[in-house]
T-cell receptor, first 115, second 114 residues
Framework: DGGITQSPKYLFRKEGQNVTLSCEQN?????MYWYRQDPGQGLRLIYY???????QKGDIAEGYSVSREKKESFPLTVTSAQKNPTAFYLC??????????????FGPGTRLLVL | AQSVTQLGSHVSVSEGALVLLRCNYS??????LFWYVQYPNQGLQLLLK??????LVKGINGFEAEFKKSETSFHLTKPSAHMSDAAEYFC????????????FGQGTELSVKP
């Protein structure tokens, strides 16, 4: 089955620690996205990538970093600079990332908690 | 600034009653419009989308939405609520000059009472 996988389902971060969230897709999509979801705030775009080896900051990129070395993978690192990382993180992909009418397909999410 | 407003963070209906979830956008340029559904601790699933064809769009699970340019609205409806419809619903917009980026509303949590 084609789809998007995110791991782990739950992740715990200690003070001053960097953690990496995994996102993999086998849909052969060019574009991938990372969103942060907080209660009552909808989804906010962290980073997005329209092609391998290229990515752009979204609305709330501070304290996060990404890489896009392979078409199917788009890992997100939450750095120690992100002071309030507790949230639900969602990864998505779309066919090209060029068309405004394209559907984004979402993974099941990773819940990050701070110890 | 372009934005999406969902009126009512929580809506409660009885099983079998009409479901109406409201979404308004703010821009002078008509956007593409999407409704997504999220069940607890899961990702989002597309219900339907408007891409400048018919203004009445039918989606999955019996939902539909109507694009009204004069009212800058894209409200989601379902004639008869089912217990399985209880979830959070997000309206989102995208614009032709911004590629595939989506702007989401705050979400509306739908509860269905037996």
């Amino acid at each position: 089955d084609g789809g998007i996988t995110q791991s782990p389902k739950y992740l715990f971060r200690k003070e001053g620690q960097n953690v990496t969230l995994s996102c993999e897709q086998n849909l052969n999509h060019d574009a991938m996205y990372w969103y942060r979801q907080d209660p009552g705030q909808g989804l906010r775009l962290i980073y997005y990538s329209q092609i391998v080896n290229d990515f752009q900051k979204g609305d709330i990129a501070e304290g996060y970093s990404v890489s896009r070395e392979k078409k199917e993978s788009f890992p997100l690192t939450v750095t120690s600079a992100q002071k309030n990382p507790t949230a639900f993180y969602l990864c998505a992909s779309s066919r090209t990332g060029q068309g405004a009418a394209e559907t984004q397909y979402f993974g099941p999410g990773t819940r990050l908690l701070v110890l | 600034a372009q934005s999406v407003t969902q009126l009512g963070s929580h809506v409660s209906v009885s099983e079998g009653a009409l479901v109406l979830l409201r979404c308004n956008y703010s821009s002078s340029v008509p956007p593409y419009l999407f409704w997504y559904v999220q069940y607890p601790n899961q990702g989002l699933q597309l219900l339907l989308k408007y891409t400048s064809a018919a203004t009445l769009v039918k989606g999955i699970n019996g939902f539909e939405a109507e694009f009204k340019k004069s009212e800058t609205s894209f409200h989601l409806t379902k004639p008869s609520a089912h217990m399985s419809d209880a979830a959070e619903y997000f309206c989102a917009v995208s614009y032709y000059n911004q590629g595939g980026k989506l702007i989401f509303g705050q979400g509306t949590e739908l509860s269905v009472k037996p």
